[in-house]
C-alpha cells in the first residue's frame, strides 16, 4: 500500500500542467493598471501580474492580427512562415502550431477565438481539435461561455486551451455592461463619429477627414482588401476640408478603448473564477498577453497597423500558475510563448524555433526583432528602437537595399527610449554609430532567415468578406 501510494503521488506530481493562452486582441501594454494607465481598467490582469511573473517590456512580433497571431503560435517570424504580402498571407500546412504539438504530447487541444482574422481559413485551425471562430469581430463575451462549457464537458486533462476576443481593438465600440466606463461626463462630437465604424481610420493629427478614401486593391482570388498603405496614405489628405478635434475629443476616444480593456479585463475574471468553482483551475498555468497595441493618436493615428512602435507593439504578458512570481525588465517577445509553453509540458520543441523559455535560466534577448504589414522591419533593444522601410517585405533584394540606404535617406528612423520614450524625434543623424550597429544586427537577422515564398489564397466566402467589409478590410 505504501508503494502504490508513492506511485499515485508521484504521477500525481508529474501530470504536466493544463495550459491557457489567452490573446487580448489590440491590448497595449501601458494602457492597463500594471502599465500606468490611471483609469486602471484591468483589475484581474493585474492582480494575476501580482500573483504571478509579470514582464514589463514585452513585445509582439508584428502590429496587426493576422501577423502577429501567426508568431504567437508557432514561434516563428512571419516571413518564415509565407511570404509576408497581406493579400495572400495565410499560414501552410507546414507550419506546427502549438495545439499541434501539444496534441503530439497527450494534450486535448481546443482555441475558441473571435474570427476576424484569427479564422481557420488563415490556417490557424491547423492540429487543433477543437476550433470555434464565430463571432467574427466579437468579444470575451461571446468567447468565454464556450471555452467553460469546452473545459466542463469534454476536456481531458491534461488540456490547452486558445482564448481570444477584439474587445480592445478599434473602432473602439466593442459592448461591456456599460456604455461609458469612463469619460461619462463628455459632451462632445466623438460618440456620433463612432457611429461608423470606419470612422476611427479617418482621423489624423487632430482631423478627421470623413471624405477620406479608404483605398482597396486586389489579392490574387480576385478580391478586394482594404490596402494597408491607405493608413500612411492619409498624411497626404491634409489639404482636404476635415473636422478638428479637440484634446477632450481624443481623450474620449482614448475612454472608450479603456472601456473595451475593463469589458475584456471583467470577462477573464469571469472565467477564472468559474474554472475555479468547477476545480478546472488546479495545475493549471496561464499566459496572458496581446497581438499588438493601439497607436491611440500618440503618432496622429487611431490604428495599429502604420507603423512599428511601442504604442503599436509593447503588449503585457503575464504568466500566471508557477511558482515563479515576481516583475521582469528584460526583454520578451511573442515567439518566447511556445518554447515557455513547450518547457512546462515537458515537450520537445522544434529545431526551428525561435525564441526562448521565459522561465528557464538562461541569456535574455538583447533585441527583439519585428516585421510590419507596411514592409518595416525593427530591431527594439532595451534602450532604443532601428526602423526600416519603404520596401515590400517580400522584395527579393531586401537585404540589399537594407545594407546600401545611406541613414539620413528617410528609410530609417531611430528614437532613444531613454530620452522620448513615445518615439517621437528620429536622431537617426545624431546618433549614427548606434543607427549603424543596429542596421547590422537587422541585416544578420534578415540574412540568416530562410524566407518562405509559399502564397495562399485568402478566403472568398462571401458571408465572410461582407463581414470584413463592415468592418473596412474589403
Not at 508557432?74 to 499560414?91: I, K, Q
Not at 489564397?457 to 478590410?473: F, H, N, S, V, W
Amino acid at each position: 500500500m505504501l508503494v502504490l501510494g508513492l506511485l499515485v503521488a508521484c504521477t500525481e506530481e508529474a501530470r504536466p500542467p493544463n495550459l491557457i493562452l489567452v490573446s487580448i486582441d489590440g491590448l497595449r501594454a501601458d494602457r492597463t493598471g500594471i502599465g500606468g494607465n490611471p483609469n486602471a481598467p484591468s483589475p484581474v490582469l493585474d492582480r494575476l501580474a501580482s500573483e504571478g511573473v509579470w514582464f514589463s517590456q514585452a513585445f509582439s512580433q508584428s502590429n496587426e492580427s493576422l501577423y502577429s497571431h501567426s508568431s504567437l503560435f508557432t514561434g516563428r517570424y512571419v516571413s518564415e512562415l509565407a511570404a509576408a504580402d497581406y493579400r495572400t498571407f495565410v499560414l501552410p500546412d507546414e507550419a506546427l502550431l502549438l495545439g499541434e504539438i501539444l496534441g503530439l504530447y497527450g494534450y486535448s487541444t481546443a482555441a475558441f477565438v473571435a474570427g476576424g482574422h484569427v479564422r481557420a481559413e488563415y490556417g490557424f485551425d491547423q492540429g487543433t481539435s477543437v476550433f470555434d471562430d464565430s463571432y467574427d469581430f466579437g468579444t470575451f463575451f461571446h468567447k468565454v461561455p464556450q471555452a467553460l462549457d469546452w473545459i466542463e464537458d469534454q476536456a481531458r486533462e491534461p488540456y490547452f486551451l486558445i482564448l481570444h476576443g477584439y474587445d480592445c481593438h478599434r473602432p473602439y465600440l466593442h459592448g461591456g455592461p456599460w456604455s461609458h466606463a469612463y469619460g461619462s461626463d463628455y459632451n462632445g462630437r466623438v460618440d456620433r463619429l463612432l457611429a461608423s465604424r470606419r470612422s476611427t481610420e479617418k482621423v489624423y493629427n487632430g482631423v478627421y477627414y470623413p471624405d477620406f478614401p479608404l483605398n482597396h486593391f486586389f489579392h490574387q482570388g480576385g478580391d478586394r482588401i482594404l490596402d494597408p498603405e491607405g493608413y500612411r496614405r492619409i498624411n497626404t489628405w491634409t489639404s482636404a476640408k476635415g473636422v478638428p478635434l479637440k484634446e477632450d475629443d481624443i481623450e474620449h476616444l482614448r475612454d472608450h478603448y479603456d472601456g473595451g480593456v475593463l469589458a475584456a479585463d471583467l470577462q477573464i475574471g469571469r472565467f477564472l473564477s468559474e474554472l475555479e468553482q468547477l476545480d478546472k483551475l488546479d495545475n493549471t498555468v496561464v499566459i496572458l498577453t496581446s497581438d499588438h497595441g493601439e497607436d491611440l493618436h500618440d503618432h496622429g493615428y487611431f490604428n495599429h497597423r502604420t507603423n512599428l512602435v511601442d504604442s503599436t507593439t509593447k503588449v503585457p504578458l503575464v504568466i500566471w500558475g508557477t511558482d515563479a512570481v515576481g516583475r521582469r525588465d528584460d526583454l520578451a517577445s511573442a515567439i518566447d510563448v511556445v518554447p515557455t509553453m513547450l518547457a512546462l509540458a515537458g515537450a520537445k520543441p522544434p529545431a526551428e524555433l525561435r525564441g526562448r523559455d521565459l522561465l528557464a535560466d538562461v541569456a535574455p534577448a538583447e533585441i527583439v526583432f519585428q516585421e510590419g504589414v507596411l514592409g518595416q522591419i525593427s530591431a527594439r533593444t532595451a534602450t532604443h528602437r532601428l526602423t526600416f522601410s519603404g520596401f515590400s517585405l517580400t522584395f527579393p533584394h531586401y537585404a540589399l537595399a537594407l545594407e546600401a540606404a545611406v541613414l539620413s535617406s528617410g528609410h530609417f528612423e531611430l528614437y532613444d527610449l531613454r530620452s522620448d520614450p513615445k518615439e517621437l524625434q528620429n536622431v537617426v543623424t545624431e546618433q549614427p554609430k548606434v543607427a549603424e550597429q543596429l542596421r547590422g544586427e537587422l541585416l544578420q537577422w534578415r540574412r540568416g532567415m530562410v524566407q518562405s515564398d509559399f502564397r495562399g489564397e485568402q478566403p472568398t466566402d462571401p458571408a465572410l468578406k461582407a463581414i470584413l467589409k463592415a468592418r473596412g478590410y474589403w
